[in-house]
């Protein structure tokens, strides 16, 4: 069981080695992120950022990095942001191999973030890649028989099993895992896994057994004070007051559920609820509410590229103007349902392709010493081979191939919708435009393998500079785009005056000897662009980045305060 969390905070009080800090802040999220995910989030950045600052600013400490994704990972699940969960997932994965050692606190985050990846292809609905991690983490939690981590598993598995219809399976491992948790004494777990096996017997098409147990997991809940659960377990008790057709029970309990879900930025619980809210309105002939609650969840579904969930409100959209005899614009949702019926098959693909462009970045390293011992052994063909192979895949997964950062169109691709969701959600969102300094000469004096390799420095001290979630887009020959979401100009000023101290001391060796590295910078944040797209907010910190050069370079200016 994990360790209570009066005892790690007393721990964290009295911890005064950087390691042992880092760890005990990453136990303390881990535990703490289903009772109190905005402190398990806070502990988790505090412990992601000292694991590569200070004392480990050359030689970041893997272990505590990798602790700090697996938590961000699964609260990113919990948040329906699940293209980022994934990231961090792969990350922490590759950062825990890294380390090249085994001992019981590796197995057991792997085991975790194994967990995490299998709930996150669920949601993306690829039921295959989501039973191959659950299963992994299934047999590594059996191997170093961790009872509390493999029952853990099971419920996930158990849940992916009854949404591929496999409903035998799923009964079997929900049962288990209650009885699992009741033995090991596990409230959260017994919460989770009791609103779990209600879905499975609601698919079963057992309502009155459904509900008992999700009112047994909701009671649960309530009495350990474990909000974010009891907001889950609430929303299957509108669904199954849907099922059981109590709809006056359904949309009291859905309107309550969607209050929880925006208090607690619940986003994937927001959209579910929102839709269902959708279809009850719809049953009981209040039709322009239903439109409402559906046109809230299709801009919410656009904004995270959840076709799945823009899929079911076009559907539901096409029958509710169908009734109405607005025959017009119920075409023009049948055909936006219709295409992205076609596509939506195809989107188990899309979403390995993430894997694949995070997997690209996190193995960079790794593959470059691989290549550096081929070279040792002289075998030139395969060495060859692997590089055709990474650029290729740098280009299938939309990242630049020299510096493994994304290229121009995926950059575009991902920043718009992060100004989307920045818009939806009222947050802040800045950009700086960097730009290398004198770049041609040293191509023209030096050659372009020290400019290429310029460019390759500058991302890696980019990379290191920046947080989780900020984008980093290759934008130009010599120029970067940064955005940073969350972010005022203020940040955006600190990030760029550490670029500028980071880069003082930054050279190439050559045989005409050594290369300084300097960048000129500019600033804006997406407040002050008048049209609120990533046009415009880089075209304001291309304004300013142009001043910067213009007054000498080597310095950065913010737009609006030149």
């Given at each position: 069981?994990?360790?209570?969390?009066?005892?790690?905070?007393?721990?964290?009080?009295?911890?005064?080695?950087?390691?042992?800090?880092?760890?005990?802040?990453?136990?303390?999220?881990?535990?703490?992120?289903?009772?109190?995910?905005?402190?398990?989030?806070?502990?988790?950045?505090?412990?992601?950022?000292?694991?590569?600052?200070?004392?480990?600013?050359?030689?970041?400490?893997?272990?505590?990095?990798?602790?700090?994704?697996?938590?961000?990972?699964?609260?990113?699940?919990?948040?329906?942001?699940?293209?980022?969960?994934?990231?961090?997932?792969?990350?922490?994965?590759?950062?825990?191999?890294?380390?090249?050692?085994?001992?019981?606190?590796?197995?057991?985050?792997?085991?975790?973030?194994?967990?995490?990846?299998?709930?996150?292809?669920?949601?993306?609905?690829?039921?295959?890649?989501?039973?191959?991690?659950?299963?992994?983490?299934?047999?590594?939690?059996?191997?170093?028989?961790?009872?509390?981590?493999?029952?853990?598993?099971?419920?996930?598995?158990?849940?992916?099993?009854?949404?591929?219809?496999?409903?035998?399976?799923?009964?079997?491992?929900?049962?288990?895992?209650?009885q699992r948790q009741r033995e090991l004494g596990y409230f959260p777990g017994e919460s989770i896994a009791l609103n779990?096996?209600?879905?499975?017997?609601?698919?079963?098409?057992?309502?009155?057994?459904?509900?008992?147990?999700?009112?047994?997991?909701?009671?649960?809940?309530?009495?350990?004070?474990?909000?974010?659960?009891?907001?889950?377990?609430?929303?299957?008790?509108?669904?199954?007051?849907?099922?059981?057709?109590?709809?006056?029970?359904?949309?009291?309990?859905?309107?309550?559920?969607?209050?929880?879900?925006?208090?607690?930025?619940?986003?994937?619980?927001?959209?579910?609820?929102?839709?269902?809210?959708?279809?009850?309105?719809?049953?009981?002939?209040?039709?322009?509410?239903?439109?409402?609650?559906?046109?809230?969840?299709?801009?919410?579904?656009?904004?995270?590229?959840?076709?799945?969930?823009?899929?079911?409100?076009?559907?539901?959209?096409?029958?509710?103007?169908?009734?109405?005899?607005?025959?017009?614009?119920?075409?023009?949702?049948?055909?936006?349902?219709?295409?992205?019926?076609?596509?939506?098959?195809?989107?188990?693909?899309?979403?390995?392709?993430?894997?694949?462009?995070?997997?690209?970045?996190?193995?960079?390293?790794?593959?470059?010493?691989?290549?550096?011992?081929?070279?040792?052994?002289?075998?030139?063909?395969?060495?060859?081979?692997?590089?055709?192979?990474?650029?290729?895949?740098?280009?299938?997964?939309?990242?630049?191939?020299?510096?493994?950062?994304?290229?121009?169109?995926?950059?575009?691709?991902?920043?718009?919708?992060?100004?989307?969701?920045?818009?939806?959600?009222?947050?802040?969102?800045?950009?700086?435009?960097?730009?290398?300094?004198?770049?041609?000469?040293?191509?023209?004096?030096?050659?372009?393998?020290?400019?290429?390799?310029?460019?390759?420095?500058?991302?890696?001290?980019?990379?290191?500079?920046?947080?989780?979630?900020?984008?980093?887009?290759?934008?130009?020959?010599?120029?970067?785009?940064?955005?940073?979401?969350?972010?005022?100009?203020?940040?955006?000023?600190?990030?760029?005056?550490?670029?500028?101290?980071?880069?003082?001391?930054?050279?190439?060796?050559?045989?005409?000897?050594?290369?300084?590295?300097?960048?000129?910078?500019?600033?804006?944040?997406?407040?002050?662009?008048?049209?609120?797209?990533?046009?415009?907010?880089?075209?304001?910190?291309?304004?300013?980045?142009?001043?910067?050069?213009?007054?000498?370079?080597?310095?950065?200016?913010?737009?609006?305060?030149?």
């Open positions: 069981m994990d360790t209570s969390v009066s005892e790690l905070d007393a721990r964290l009080q009295s911890a005064t080695d950087p390691k042992a800090r880092i760890d005990i802040l990453n136990e303390l999220s881990w535990v703490l992120n289903l009772g109190n995910p905005d402190r398990s989030r806070s502990l988790a950045e505090q412990a992601y950022e000292l694991s590569k600052s200070g004392v480990f600013e050359k030689e970041p400490y893997l272990f505590g990095i990798a602790s700090s994704l697996r938590s961000l990972a699964a609260l990113n699940n919990d948040a329906g942001n699940y293209e980022l969960a994934l990231s961090q997932s792969l990350q922490a994965v590759e950062f825990l191999d890294r380390t090249k050692t085994r001992n019981t606190e590796i197995d057991e985050n792997k085991i975790d973030l194994f967990g995490n990846l299998s709930w996150t292809y669920r949601c993306f609905g690829d039921f295959d890649l989501a039973t191959e991690y659950g299963t992994k983490g299934l047999r590594l939690a059996q191997e170093t028989l961790n009872l509390h981590r493999e029952t853990r598993i099971l419920n996930i598995l158990s849940v992916i099993y009854a949404e591929a219809e496999n409903i035998g399976v799923a009964l079997e491992m929900g049962l288990k895992v209650v779990n096996l209600a879905l499975t017997y609601l698919d079963m098409g057992d309502g009155e057994k459904a509900l008992s147990v999700c009112q047994e997991s909701i009671r649960l809940a309530r009495e350990h004070h474990l909000e974010t659960v009891e907001t889950t377990a609430l929303s299957t008790l509108g669904e199954i007051y849907i099922g059981i057709h109590d709809l006056i029970n359904a949309e009291k309990t859905l309107l309550d559920v969607l209050t929880r879900t925006r208090k607690q930025r619940l986003g994937s619980e927001e959209f579910q609820c929102v839709y269902h809210l959708g279809r009850v309105c719809f049953q009981l002939g209040k039709e322009e509410d239903a439109i409402q609650y559906l046109q809230s969840g299709l801009a919410s579904t656009q904004a995270s590229n959840d076709r799945r969930g823009e899929y079911l409100c076009h559907q539901l959209l096409t029958e509710i103007f169908e009734k109405k005899g607005d025959f017009e614009t119920a075409l023009k949702h049948h055909k936006k349902f219709h295409s992205l019926k076609e596509t939506i098959f195809n989107e188990n693909m899309a979403k390995r392709l993430i894997g694949l462009q995070v997997s690209h970045q996190v193995e960079s390293a790794k593959k470059d010493a691989n290549i550096q011992y081929l070279k040792n052994i002289e075998l030139k063909r395969e060495i060859e081979e692997r590089k055709l192979a990474q650029e290729a895949l740098a280009k299938l997964a939309g990242l630049d191939d020299l510096t493994g950062v994304l290229n121009r169109r995926e950059f575009f691709n991902l920043g718009e919708k992060e100004i989307a969701r920045t818009i939806q959600t009222d947050q802040p969102l800045s950009a700086i435009l960097l730009d290398l300094d004198r770049f041609k000469q040293i191509n023209d004096t030096y050659g372009h393998a020290v400019g290429d390799h310029a460019l390759i420095e500058i991302t890696r001290i980019l990379r290191e500079s920046l947080r989780q979630g900020e984008i980093i887009g290759r934008y130009g020959g010599d120029e970067f785009a940064i955005l940073l979401p969350g972010s005022t100009r203020g940040h955006a000023k600190q990030i760029a005056e550490r670029l500028l101290e980071k880069l003082k001391n930054q050279s190439i060796p050559t045989k005409k000897g050594d290369v300084s590295i300097t960048a000129s910078m500019g600033i804006a944040d997406l407040a002050q662009a008048t049209k609120k797209n990533l046009d415009a907010l880089l075209d304001l910190a291309d304004q300013a980045l142009y001043e910067a050069k213009h007054a000498g370079k080597q310095q950065f200016f913010i737009f609006g305060e030149m």
